[in-house]
């Protein structure tokens, strides 16, 4: 199995990104005008003024440009195509570490007890948990996303994508080609190649949710027509966070927040990351584009035994985010590990918030609502490596 590991590097005496296997990261790093154009729809490139991206002006010497959205992965099936989500009839496995028959067999090609049943993460091995019911943000829930935030200066560019899901791979062979976050990165380069996008620009990561979507395929997978929709998505985040760029200043700052992580299990050790680190793109009226943070605890609260897709803190501390900045907010998973997450103080008016909603309150009311350091003369880099790493546990 080929693992790739991504190093952005992006604004420059602000924050090293990197994206490995099971996190991401953010930490400090030592440390004109972009004149570059936009690819919109087909490839065509335009100006950024053209596109109504930014102003056309020059930028401040402590400025990029800066955009953010966000695109439901709610399932659409389309039933004029013959898409089906079934939510009945679908495997549940209630002992999965302890049955013989549901250890994985990939030799008939993708592991999926049936082809129109979502299954999520769960917990264990095997098919344990399909998803019967939606996190819906329209009844009151936090939803599941794709969530991108774009930066861009001096003709270089890196797009952050996370995604509420378990896991992501970056090719697939049978499940769905071509949908794979390399297929994407590589699609996603040609269309803005005019903006200076490379494969290297696109780093995807995904919250490690339990109880969101399984893209891996191991624990029973997903429907053809719900995978290439969520990978729609994936590039549609992107797309809106490029085309919503505009000239923004960006504060960045590392907050103690040991309390709301401890380690899993005692039988070994692992370097502990007792910090959230952040940043915070503000526009030229001041008003927030996007909070990133990074922190490593797994998202591992949400009882999948409902059945319920669901996007555990990480969503919570996204939706806290915006409430609180406004703009789009997201959190990476950093090296989860051995860590997972302890919950987070009381919410004040929600006495009987279980421990996933208290730990994304938490971690996003850690972040201070003024302050940070300015990023100053931001310079925009991204290189990305690969190496073959063999399948350990």
């Not at 053209?50 to 099936?77: F, N, R």
């Not at 002992?95 to 013989?100: D, G, H, T």
């Not at 208290?358 to 290189?383: E, K, N």
């Given at each position: 199995?080929?693992?790739?590991?991504?190093?952005?590097?992006?604004?420059?005496?602000?924050?090293?990104?990197?994206?490995?296997?099971?996190?991401?990261?953010?930490?400090?790093?030592?440390?004109?005008?972009?004149?570059?154009?936009?690819?919109?729809?087909?490839?065509?490139?335009?100006?950024?003024?053209?596109?109504?991206?930014?102003?056309?002006?020059?930028?401040?010497?402590?400025?990029?440009?800066?955009?953010?959205?966000?695109?439901?992965?709610?399932?659409?099936?389309?039933?004029?195509?013959?898409?089906?989500?079934?939510?009945?009839?679908?495997?549940?496995?209630?002992?999965?570490?302890?049955?013989?028959?549901?250890v994985a067999d990939f030799s008939?090609?993708?592991?999926?007890?049936?082809?129109?049943?979502?299954?999520?993460?769960?917990?264990?091995?095997?098919?344990?948990?399909?998803?019967?019911?939606?996190?819906?943000?329209?009844?009151?829930?936090?939803?599941?996303?794709?969530?991108?935030?774009?930066?861009?200066?001096?003709?270089?560019?890196?797009?952050?994508?996370?995604?509420?899901?378990?896991?992501?791979?970056?090719?697939?062979?049978?499940?769905?080609?071509?949908?794979?976050?390399?297929?994407?990165?590589?699609?996603?380069?040609?269309?803005?190649?005019?903006?200076?996008?490379?494969?290297?620009?696109?780093?995807?990561?995904?919250?490690?949710?339990?109880?969101?979507?399984?893209?891996?395929?191991?624990?029973?997978?997903?429907?053809?027509?719900?995978?290439?929709?969520?990978?729609?998505?994936?590039?549609?985040?992107?797309?809106?966070?490029?085309?919503?760029?505009?000239?923004?200043?960006i504060v960045a700052g590392e907050?103690?927040?040991?309390?709301?992580?401890?380690?899993?299990?005692?039988?070994?050790?692992?370097?502990?990351?007792?910090?959230?680190?952040?940043?915070?793109?503000?526009?030229?009226?001041?008003?927030?584009?996007?909070?990133?943070?990074?922190?490593?605890?797994?998202?591992?609260?949400?009882?999948?035994?409902?059945?319920?897709?669901?996007?555990?803190?990480?969503?919570?501390?996204?939706?806290?985010?915006?409430?609180?900045?406004?703009?789009?907010?997201?959190?990476?998973?950093?090296?989860?590990?051995?860590?997972?997450?302890?919950?987070?103080?009381?919410?004040?008016?929600?006495?009987?918030?279980?421990?996933?909603?208290?730990?994304?309150?938490?971690?996003?009311?850690?972040?201070?609502?003024?302050?940070?350091?300015?990023?100053?003369?931001?310079?925009?880099?991204?290189?990305?490596?690969?190496?073959?790493?063999?399948?350990?546990?």
């Amino acid at each position: 199995m080929r693992v790739r590991h991504v190093l952005t590097v992006f604004v420059s005496s602000m924050l090293v990104v990197g994206a490995a296997w099971a996190g991401i990261g953010l930490a400090p790093v030592p440390g004109a005008d972009p004149g570059a154009t936009l690819a919109v729809g087909n490839a065509v490139p335009v100006s950024l003024a053209d596109a109504g991206v930014g102003t056309g002006e020059a930028l401040g010497a402590d400025e990029a440009l800066v955009g953010a959205a966000k695109v439901s992965i709610k399932p659409q099936p389309d039933a004029a195509e013959g898409e089906v989500w079934q939510r009945e009839g679908c495997a549940v496995i209630t002992n999965p570490q302890s049955s013989a028959d549901h250890v994985a067999d990939f030799s008939g090609g993708p592991w999926a007890e049936n082809p129109n049943c979502i299954y999520m993460g769960g917990y264990g091995i095997g098919p344990t948990n399909p998803v019967r019911t939606w996190d819906d943000e329209d009844d009151g829930g936090y939803g599941l996303w794709s969530r991108s935030v774009a930066v861009s200066r001096g003709g270089q560019l890196v797009v952050l994508t996370i995604l509420d899901a378990v896991y992501y791979f970056g090719e697939y062979r049978t499940m769905c080609p071509g949908c794979g976050a390399f297929d994407l990165a590589n699609d996603l380069a040609e269309d803005y190649a005019a903006l200076g996008a490379t494969p290297s620009s696109f780093v995807f990561a995904s919250t490690h949710s339990h109880t969101a979507p399984d893209f891996i395929g191991g624990w029973g997978g997903v429907p053809r027509w719900y995978h290439e929709q969520v990978a729609e998505a994936m590039k549609r985040s992107v797309a809106d966070a490029l085309a919503s760029m505009r000239p923004a200043t960006i504060v960045a700052g590392e907050t103690l927040a040991r309390a709301f992580n401890s380690e899993r299990r005692d039988n070994y050790r692992s370097a502990e990351d007792p910090t959230l680190a952040w940043f915070r793109a503000l526009d030229r009226d001041q008003q927030t584009i996007a909070t990133v943070g990074a922190y490593a605890a797994h998202a591992v609260s949400v009882s999948a035994g409902a059945g319920k897709a669901h996007a555990d803190y990480p969503a919570v501390f996204a939706r806290r985010a915006e409430d609180r900045f406004g703009g789009v907010g997201m959190v990476f998973q950093a090296g989860l590990g051995n860590m997972s997450p302890r919950s987070g103080p009381p919410i004040a008016g929600k006495p009987d918030a279980p421990n996933w909603e208290r730990q994304g309150y938490g971690l996003a009311d850690a972040i201070p609502a003024t302050g940070g350091t300015l990023v100053t003369s931001p310079d925009v880099r991204v290189r990305s490596e690969f190496w073959d790493q063999p399948v350990t546990n």
